[in-house]
Every structure is written in C-alpha cells, then in structure tokens.
C-alpha cells in the first residue's frame, strides 16, 4: 500500500460541528447547545480502517452520522472524493450517497419487521439502481452469498434470524451498493463475543474483496486494535489524539487514552498491569468544561488546562494529540 504522502485522501473532515438546540434555563435567557461533537478534522485513505473510541457519550455515532449527513451537520466541511460533501443536492446526494453507507449498531431494531430480507436488501438498489427486478434479485442473491447467508431465506422475516444473522442481513445492505466508505457504528457491541468474531472476520474479508475505507466506531479498544489501521480518541466531542494502531498503543500521548488502554483486561494473571481510575463523571455536552475539555478528569491536570484550549499537533509520524503535556509520563 502506498504512503499516505503519495495517496489522496478519499474523505477529508475539516472542522466538524454537530450542535443540538436544548431548552435555555428559565432565568438565564440564553440558548443553549448540547455540543455533541465539536470541532473534528481526520483524513480517511482509501482501503483504510480509521477505528474512533470513546466512552459513551462522547460523540463518535454523532460524528459517523454527520460525515454521512444523516443528521445534518451544524458547521464544517466534508470533501468525498475531493468534492464538497456538504454543498451537494438532490440528485448529486443520492449518487454519492450511493458511495457511502452504514452499518447500525442493534441489528434487531435496524430491520423492517414487515420486510422479507430480499426486500430489505434489494431496497438501496430500488432506490439507486433504474433497472429490471430481474437484475436487482440477481445482485442480492450474489450478496447474500459474499456474506454468508443462505439464498433460500430470501422471502424470510427477520424475526426468523438471530443477532448475529440479523446483522449479516445489515451488511449485506451496505455493501449491495458496492461503497466506498463504509460507517460501521458499533456493529458487533450487540453481540455475543464468538458471533463479534465472526462479523469482525467477515468485514476484513470484505473490505480486502472491494477496497472499501471503514470508520470503524467502537467503545472496545481491542477489537479496536484487531480491525484498524489508524485510531482516533473522542472524548467529549472532541478528537483528542489519532495515530497509526501501534504507535497509540505503544507510545500513547494522552492520558484519557493512557486510562483507556489501562483498562483493557489483560488474559495473564499473573500479569501486573497499573490501571488508571477516571474519577468523576464525564462533564455534560451542554456545559463543557473550559480550556481542555478533559482537565476536570485529568491525572495530570495543571493551572494552564483549565484556561486554554490545547492545540492538535503532530509529534512525528503522523501521531497528533491535543494536550498541554502530551506524554510527559514517559520522560
């Protein structure tokens, strides 16, 4: 695979914002925002995983969301294939979105009980494709079988299938487009943990068959690491530190992301592994903590974090973090 240096990126994300409206207090008079995510910027490569991790709450479904304009984003700019995502309409959105898909956390509320799976897969192509049925049943057939579903539950209900079924039944509606970019938005948490293998084995193989880019949204940060190729941290809508997998999780920047990989339970007993405990509750989206968002949370929180905003730099190799102290611990 060529350097990222020499490959344009397939999808650019410059300053994204998703702010919702919340009712003002009765004696304040202001208008309030719950800022789910605010002010994210990332590069995605062609054929690239970039997994996003964080606590709940933190922004990472809003963020994949918005990059697909589901939910409208509030500022930024979104260039796909080096065109403004946002600046689209009408007939140009639905070509691109054609381009770009999504695979939804639960896999028994993102089906259509009252749909066969054939109808539910076929129905992105009745909306994009202008063609015979003929043709439609013949590509979700083929779909059917590069996920691993037998063609014979064709005229079969959801209800008929379980979790794991279920969710090779939402695959297989994202990829029957054949899309670029794909958002997986925490597609195996729903899951018991030898069917996460076998969706998370399926994806790879999946994306090695048709070089799709995947944002791979997840709160476990080993599965995190077993997909990915880069990682990005979110904490209270903020990106707060992404790298290549294994420079993060050798040489971690940050200390939520240091707190985070401490809790990754380690399969030795004998191992001694030193967690670190985040005390406190994660601020509110409505009212964020001044200067780094993260300080009230912080171990290595001083005066300085509390009154200003840390800067995103690049500290070699592509590995940007956002702290006044980025990895001071390990000096």
């Known amino acids: 695979m060529d350097s990222q240096e020499t490959r344009k990126p397939l999808l650019e994300v410059k300053h994204l914002k998703k702010w919702f409206s919340a009712k003002s207090t009765p004696f304040s008079g202001k208008k309030m925002y719950i800022k789910a995510v605010d002010d994210v910027s990332f590069q995605l490569y062609p054929g690239e995983t970039l997994g996003v991790v964080g606590e709940s709450g933190c922004g990472k479904s809003t963020m994949g969301r918005s990059v697909l304009r589901l939910i409208e984003p509030t500022e930024g700019q979104i260039l796909f294939e ?15 979105r054609s381009k770009m898909q999504i695979i939804f956390q639960d896999p028994y509320a993102s089906l259509n009980p009252r749909m066969t799976i054939g109808e539910i897969i076929a129905e992105p192509l009745d909306l994009q494709w202008k063609t015979g049925k003929e043709e439609i049943r013949k590509r979700v ?30 695959i297989a509606r994202a990829i029957v487009l054949r899309p670029e970019l794909m958002v997986c938005d925490e597609p195996v948490s729903a899951l018991d943990v030898s069917i996460q293998a076998q969706v998370i084995n399926l994806l790879r193989r999946l994306q090695k068959q048709m070089g799709m880019a995947y944002i791979f949204i997840s709160h476990d940060l080993s599965v995190i690491k077993h997909i990915s190729d880069r990682v990005a941290v979110m904490y209270l809508g903020h990106m707060v530190e ?31 592994k030193e967690k670190i405990i985040l005390e406190g509750d994660l601020p509110s989206p409505a009212n964020p903590p001044s200067g780094c968002v993260f300080h009230t949370r912080c171990f290595m929180a001083r005066e300085v974090c509390g009154k200003e905003v840390p800067e995103m730099k690049d500290y070699g190799n592509g590995h940007c973090c956002a702290c006044h102290f980025a990895g001071e611990w390990n000096k």
Do not use: C, W
Not at 250 to 269: C, E, F, Q
């Open 82 to 96: 080096g065109r403004d995502f946002m600046k689209l309409k009408s007939g140009d959105l639905r070509k691109s």
């Open 141 to 170: 057939l083929e779909t059917m079988e590069i996920v691993g579903l037998n063609t014979k539950y064709y005229n079969r209900y959801p209800h008929e299938f379980s979790g794991g079924q279920r969710q090779r039944i939402g």
């Open 242 to 272: 992404i790298a290549g997998k294994d420079d993060l999780y050798r040489n971690t920047l940050h200390p939520y992301t240091k707190a985070l990989l401490s809790a990754i339970p380690v399969p030795d007993r004998h191992a001694r």
